[in-house]
């Protein structure tokens, strides 16, 4: 009777560990490669917004969003006619709504940080929004702002740092809300100690406030 009574029960744990083994396992699904993309497409996943997975394209001075369904089956691929050919950096910020692509390029010796509000078929709400301008007077590849968000992603901050003087560096940053309505603006100086001393990392809380390390 004991030995039936545990081959029952070791029958029950190995039936038990199997399903547990098999509602852990997660289905792969690959999306078929696009004429357009090569080895010098740059991508970046957005998120999944209402349903879609929309994925940023950049071919040289074509960028492009490609929108896939839950099964990752390509929908359309909607070109970005409002960023300019050239850009320096591109930052996307999902909602389960909506997103936001911020981005920044150089025109004539001003640099532009530029927001644009898109739905879940990578079609344009509203016109892009201006965030920031700073003047350089040189052609530079480098960015010059960093966007982060908050956990909850209420809070948004956009900053740039000035670093001519190695001994005293100047943020500005630019705090917004989930509307990208401007909340605050600061410009705080921090002294460095040391000549190479570098920040590693930039986070942004639930309340708005900008931690550095």
Same mark, same amino acid.
């Given at each position: 009777?004991?030995?039936?009574?545990?081959?029952?029960?070791?029958?029950?744990?190995?039936?038990?560990?199997?399903?547990?083994?098999?509602?852990?396992?997660?289905?792969?699904?690959?999306?078929?490669?696009?004429?357009?993309?090569?080895?010098?497409?740059?991508?970046?996943?957005?998120?999944?917004?209402?349903?879609?997975?929309?994925?940023?394209?950049?071919?040289?001075?074509?960028?492009?969003?490609?929108?896939?369904?839950?099964?990752?089956?390509?929908?359309?691929?909607?070109?970005?006619? *409002?960023?300019?050919?050239? +850009?320096?950096?591109?930052?996307?910020?999902?909602?389960?709504?909506?997103? !936001? #692509?911020?981005? %920044?390029?150089?025109?004539?010796?001003?640099?532009?940080?530029?927001?644009?509000?898109?739905?879940?078929?990578?079609?344009?709400?509203?016109?892009?929004?201006?965030?920031?301008?700073?003047?350089?007077?040189?052609?530079?590849?480098?960015?010059?702002?960093?966007?982060?968000?908050?956990?909850?992603?209420?809070?948004?901050?956009?900053?740039?740092?000035?670093?001519?003087?190695?001994?005293?560096?100047? *943020?500005?940053?630019?705090? +917004?809300?989930?509307?990208?309505?401007?909340?605050?603006?600061?410009?705080? !100086? #921090?002294?460095? %100690?040391?000549?190479?001393?570098?920040?590693?990392?930039?986070?942004?809380?639930?309340?708005?406030?900008?931690?550095?390390?």
């Amino acid at each position: 009777m004991n030995r039936i009574l545990s081959s029952l029960l070791l029958a029950l744990t190995l039936t038990m560990v199997a399903a547990t083994v098999e509602a852990q396992v997660q289905q792969i699904t690959y999306s078929e490669p696009e004429r357009e993309d090569g080895r010098r497409t740059n991508f970046e996943i957005i998120g999944k917004i209402n349903g879609n997975f929309l994925v940023f394209k950049n071919n040289n001075s074509n960028s492009a969003i490609s929108v896939y369904d839950n099964e990752m089956k390509l929908q359309q691929r909607v070109p970005l006619s *409002f960023m300019p050919d050239k +850009y320096i950096n591109v930052d996307f910020v999902a909602y389960p709504d909506f997103c !936001y #692509i911020i981005y %920044e390029y150089q025109k004539r010796s001003i640099v532009h940080c530029t927001a644009v509000k898109l739905d879940n078929q990578a079609r344009k709400i509203g016109e892009p929004i201006e965030l920031d301008t700073t003047q350089i007077g040189f052609a530079s590849t480098n960015k010059i702002y960093t966007t982060v968000i908050s956990e909850d992603k209420q809070k948004i901050i956009i900053f740039k740092i000035n670093s001519k003087n190695p001994r005293n560096f100047l *943020f500005t940053t630019f705090l +917004y809300d989930a509307g990208l309505q401007l909340i605050d603006r600061h410009r705080i !100086y #921090i002294p460095m %100690e040391e000549r190479n001393e570098l920040f590693t990392d930039f986070q942004v809380d639930n309340d708005g406030q900008l931690n550095i390390w």
